[in-house]
């Protein structure tokens, strides 16, 4: 998968570059001599693993936040700290562009799938695969040093 995301990756920038605008997955495949199929395939592993170590890195903060916690006081409360972590989160949502935010409402809250998202806006699946992966990087950046704080 690795040394395709960065084919793909290259052929993106290049292609976003030529063209002035952000690439189709039809003209991605098209570069690099692929099927359509298999861009999309490889959005979706990007995004996975992008939604995996965001999700790892939340769910290690958490656990370190306990045992802070545990440390600082005599009755720690989780509830708490998830409250502190679940606020910092809509913080860093709210910090989200219109669009990203958009996207990340309509992929975890609202439970539509990529495809849906990609006809509520009028856009390829394969943008809202990247507009999503985009997002959970941000808010990634965003949290980064409360998480690891």
Known sequence: ??????DIT???DELSN???RVPSAKELADHLAVEESMIYKHYREISNSVL???EMLLSNAAENSAEDA???????????IRSEL???????????????RLVISLYYFEHLKLHEIAEVLKVSEA???Q???KAILKLRNHLKDYLEG
Do not use: N
């Open 131 to 133: 507009a999503r992966s």
């Open 70 to 80: 545990e440390g600082d006081f005599e009755q720690p409360e989780s509830s708490l």
């Open 52 to 54: 995996l170590s965001f």
């Open 1 to 6: 998968m690795r040394k395709t995301a960065r």
């Open 86 to 100: 679940h606020q910092r989160l809509m913080d860093a949502i709210d910090a989200l562009s219109e669009r990203d």
């Open 18 to 20: 030529k063209l002035l």
């Open 127 to 129: 943008r809202v695969c």
């Open 10 to 12: 290259a052929a993106y």
